[in-house]
C-alpha cells in the first residue's frame, strides 16, 4: 500500500526552538511538494522539488524555514527558531511530473509553536 | 498568478440528497484539475483527476465535470450520506510539473 509518511504527526515546542518535519514520498515519485494550511490561509504551497531538485521556494519564508532532500526517499522541513505564526498543519506530498496522474498527500504534521 | 474559488463555502444538507459543489480558477490554461476529500484533522484524499482534454470523470456517486474555457469545474454527488460530511477542496495544476493551487474548499455537512 504504496503511501506518503510524514513524522512527526504532532509537534508542540517552544519559540525559539528549532524545528525538523520528515517527509517520505511514494516509491518512484519523482515530485515533493510541501504546504502548509491553517484556517485563515487554507493551503499554501511552500516548496516543490523535482528530481530532488527545488524548483519553486517563493511560498517559504526564507530567513527562518529551509526544504531539502538529502535522497530520494526523503524530504525535510526545517524551522528555525520556530515562531507562534508558525503553527499550522504541514502536509508533504508526491508524484509524478508529467503524467497527468494524481499527487498524493500524507496525514500532515500537526506543529503548534507555544 | 492562478486563483481558484470555491462556492460555497459550507453547505447543509438532508441525507439522500444530490448536490452540487462549484470551483472555478482563473487561468484556463491548466494541466489537470483535482478534487480531494478531507476529514477534521486529516490529511486530503484524492477522489477524482480530470485531465485537461477531458470533460467529465466518474467514481462511484461522484461525478467532477470541467470545463476549461469558463475556468469552471463541479463536483456532482448522488444520493449523499452522512459519511459524505467533510471539506472537499479543488486544485489544478497549471503546467505539468503537479504543482496545485487549490481553492479555499467547501465545508458539507450532511444531516440524517
Known amino acids: 500500500d504504496a503511501r506518503v509518511t510524514q513524522t512527526p504527526r504532532h509537534k508542540v515546542t517552544e519559540m525559539g526552538q528549532e524545528v525538523t518535519m520528515r517527509c517520505q514520498p511514494i516509491?518512484?515519485?519523482?515530485?515533493v511538494f510541501w504546504y502548509r494550511q491553517t484556517m485563515m490561509q487554507g493551503l499554501e504551497l511552500l516548496a516543490y522539488?523535482?528530481?530532488?531538485?527545488?524548483?519553486?521556494d517563493s511560498g517559504m519564508p526564507k530567513d527562518r524555514f529551509s526544504a531539502e532532500m538529502p535522497d530520494a526517499t526523503l524530504a525535510t522541513l526545517k524551522i528555525q527558531p520556530s515562531e507562534p505564526r508558525d503553527s499550522a498543519v504541514y502536509f508533504c506530498?508526491?508524484?509524478?511530473?508529467?503524467?497527468?496522474?494524481?499527487?498524493?498527500f500524507g496525514q500532515g504534521t500537526r506543529l503548534t509553536v507555544v | 498568478k492562478q486563483e481558484v474559488t470555491q462556492i460555497p463555502a459550507a453547505l447543509s444538507v438532508p441525507e439522500g440528497e444530490n448536490l452540487v459543489l462549484n470551483c472555478s480558477f482563473t487561468?484556463?490554461?491548466?494541466?489537470?484539475l483535482q478534487w480531494f476529500r478531507q476529514d477534521p484533522g486529516k490529511g486530503l484524499t484524492s477522489l477524482l483527476l480530470?485531465?485537461?482534454?477531458?470533460r467529465e470523470q466518474t467514481s462511484g456517486r461522484l461525478n467532477a465535470s470541467l470545463d476549461k474555457s469558463s475556468g469552471r469545474s463541479t463536483l456532482y454527488i448522488a444520493a449523499s450520506q452522512p459519511g459524505d460530511s467533510a471539506t472537499y477542496l479543488c486544485?489544478?495544476?497549471?503546467?505539468?510539473?503537479?504543482?496545485?493551487?487549490f481553492g479555499t474548499g467547501t465545508q458539507l455537512k450532511v444531516e440524517l
Open positions: 506530498a508526491s508524484g509524478l511530473a508529467y503524467t497527468n496522474t494524481e499527487a498524493f
Open positions: 516509491l518512484g515519485h519523482n515530485t
Open positions: 522539488f523535482r528530481n530532488r531538485a527545488p524548483l519553486d
Open positions: 487561468d484556463s490554461a491548466i494541466y489537470n
Open positions: 480530470i485531465q485537461s482534454s477531458q
Open positions: 486544485a489544478v495544476t497549471t503546467g505539468g510539473g503537479n504543482k496545485l493551487t
